[in-house]
């Protein structure tokens, strides 16, 4: 026996709740695991119920992952539920939207959504934003802007509605399944991981209910309200393309060689460097061309980072590449693998790229390859607005991997059909020049001249380098000097920077 | 060069134009144009037309050309075969096409 109160410094003690009482214990559950998970009080029958239950309210803001790319069924789904329950004036906060997206645009004309943020937009809903359906203009953050927002509190969410290809009872959620090789899979759920750790009320939809563990799981129960089952969150041919097939554009295959071979002469390429590639065709097929470099060199690679595709995967599988950090799995080959290699691990978008945290994985970067949309003779790229002004991209992890990686290499053609990629000034500065080294094209490449050694290393090594200004005067030579796109003063999307400072404004286009 | 009939040339293509012109009554042109890039090169391509026809000696024909981005070097080549078609001609000047 003991007083309580006579115990020395016991005031002083933190996280101490008085002393012991038998009548606070709960009710011991007696019934048997298998029971239990089948009665799991998360589970609910309805998306409108886990809404009533996390006590959404209007002017809140909710947030949904981009995982599922075009094939998302998971946004749409809840947007009618939330609209029909008569919610208005939310903030709806997306890692990212895409083309399937466009039905938000009657919530937002009936006043269910108020205002958007997002890494990107396209199709349809990219086209009315850039028509000016929206006053309150679209905040675009990098995936390490929106990271480190989060995590600092500054965008705050209440509720995140995560779809999970599979989940448990318990909350206990994967962007993939190793119980069944059935149903849609994702790979990483990088994005929403955050979400799930730092919202309010986390809701998982899922169409791929498991027993408890759902082990390994991306997102665990212990940030995890509900659970939803439904019949589909998604097409899984829209989530996933099979394999991401290699490009045969000849203009595309010389850019990768180009751009290859300035890696090669960079000095960057030794034993253990890092990486970071992207989908498109000419990052692919750099992929393809580097991999038989590090054959003939015998050289490995000590990471890929970033989104990852099965190019990289091929490499990691050989040996060529020895760990992988995936915060996106680009097809189903890179999802495939999260789910069978050890060291192929699933980052968080934090970790993967933002800026106030204690570390993140793209400043390790030696290299990264990047496209574009336009490039400045001031090297500013811009990755949103198409040739019409229109919105039709997205910043992803652009400036965060630009600004962290050693070297920095652009890669596009001099020209997009008539359109000139190298311009005198971009319509919209995604990622600043000042964080771009390399600009690799069809017809040569520029060098920053903050990089002189750079550029020693390519015309030593024989390379086609010239400058930018050059490229765009060879570019407007061909295609003639483009009119300017006409806007209206209206300012329809704000570019935030990876600091989250505004680098830049979308207006209005003029029709 | 006298418009007799409807001729065609140029594809659907991406980078391509074509180009249809038809026989007309009255004096001038009258084209209509529908391009990929119409903000950023539409009275280019427009100009290109023109002065084409003009070289070419044609002062009556209703033009209609639907664009995807060609080149002005494109624009002249197709619309001048689309001339020569539509004025059952095949007296051909071969030059180089400036860019």
Partial sequence: MFDFDSIPHIKEVSACHGAYKEENIAEKNLTSFDERQQTSKKVLPSLEEAIKRVGLKDGMTISFHHHFRNGDYVINMVMDVIAKMGFKHL????????????????????????????SGLRGKLGDAVSHGLMDFPVIFRSHGGRAAAIETGELHIDVAFLGAPSCDPYGNANGYNRDSEEGSCCGSLGYAKLDALYADKCIIITDHLVSFPNTPFGIPESQVDYVVKVDNIGDPNGIMSGATRYTKNPKELLIAQYATNAIVASGYFKDNFSMQMGSGGASLAVARYLREKMVEQDIKCRFALGGITGQIVQMHEEGLVKKILDVQSFDLIAANSVKNNRFHQQIDASYYASYVNKGAAVNQLDFVILSALEVDTDFNVNVMTGSDGVIRGAVGGHPDTAAGASMTIVVCPLLRGRIPTICSKVNTICTPGKTVDVVVTDQGIAVNPARPELYERFVAAGLPVTTIEKLRDRAERIAGTPEPIQYTDKIVGVLM????SVIDVIRQVKD | MDIKKTGVAGTMESSDIIVR??????????LELESAVMQQYGKQIERVIRETLGELGVTRAYVNAVDKGALDCTVAARTSAAAYRAAESSDYVWKEVRI
Avoid: F
């Fill in chain 1, 497 to 500: 920077y990876r600091d989250n």
């Fill in chain 2, 21 to 30: 012109i038809e026989p007309k009554e009255t004096e001038g042109i009258e």
């Fill in chain 1, 91 to 118: 903030t709806l906060a997306a890692s990212s939207l895409t083309d399937c997206h466009w039905p938000l645009i009657d919530h937002i004309k009936n006043g269910v959504i108020d205002h958007i943020e997002t």
